[in-house]
């Protein structure tokens, strides 16, 4: 688990095709690897990956097709920056939000425009994934957690202070940039508690109006 908060910029070092899937080796810059072992995880761009090996200045690990499939790891390049995060520990402060390290779907910078000291960004997200997304919620991008300014149907916009921007890739967006999210884990629980017994049934879809109504959640 995770909270959202960078804790260094890293740079793609390596990618190595290994047998379909692929071994990145991460420079971990100013991150302290001290208390890291092998086993560890440490999420690159939101992506959690287990530590394979320590050779130094940074780490490798494998990513999976599935990871490959899922998130913009495999579209990056040697020298591209990445937002590290080492895994919380019992006694991390919660600065962020609660964040698995598990991808739900790649986003899609649509605008950013300067706003006062900050950055004002549109991103567009999966149709899929625009159910899980509210006014004042959160959202992991690339890793970073973040509070949702305002939605309009795939789309939803975030204020960037400088310190995020100092601190994180967010930087380097431009629009067509594509991004890992990873929407509210609150959220994704509630909709499979909502369904109740339906959701063990192939194919089970999201929540409906309908649904809503049968559990008393609507009024006429």
């Given at each position: ?45 939101g992506v ?117 921007m100092a601190?994180?890739?967010?930087g380097a ?48």
């Amino acid at each position: 688990m995770f909270t959202g908060i960078i804790q260094a910029v890293g740079e793609i070092a390596a990618m190595e095709p290994r047998g379909g899937d692929l071994r990145l080796r991460i420079h971990t810059g100013k991150l302290p690897l001290h208390d890291v072992a092998i086993g560890d995880s440490i999420a690159a761009n939101g992506v959690c990956l287990t530590v394979t090996e320590l050779p130094g200045d940074g780490y490798r690990a494998d990513v999976s097709v599935e990871s490959l499939n899922a998130t913009t790891l495999g579209k990056l390049t040697v020298g591209a920056p990445v937002n590290l995060e080492k895994a919380l520990t019992p006694a991390s402060r919660l600065g962020g939000h609660i964040v698995s390290g598990h991808v739900d779907g790649v986003g899609e910078v649509v605008s950013l425009a300067e706003d006062a000291r900050s950055w004002r960004f549109v991103f567009r997200a999966p149709d899929a994934l625009a159910r899980y997304i509210a006014h004042k919620g959160s959202i992991c991008v690339d890793g970073t957690s973040l509070t949702v300014n305002a939605v309009n149907g795939a789309e939803f916009d975030l204020n960037i202070i400088p310190q995020t921007m100092a601190e994180t890739i967010f930087g380097a967006y431009r629009p067509g940039t594509t991004v890992n999210l990873e929407v509210d884990l609150i959220a994704r629980y509630l909709e499979r508690l909502v369904l109740g017994d339906r959701a063990a049934d192939p194919g089970a879809g999201g929540v409906t109006l309908a649904t809503l109504a049968e559990h008393g959640y609507l009024r006429g």
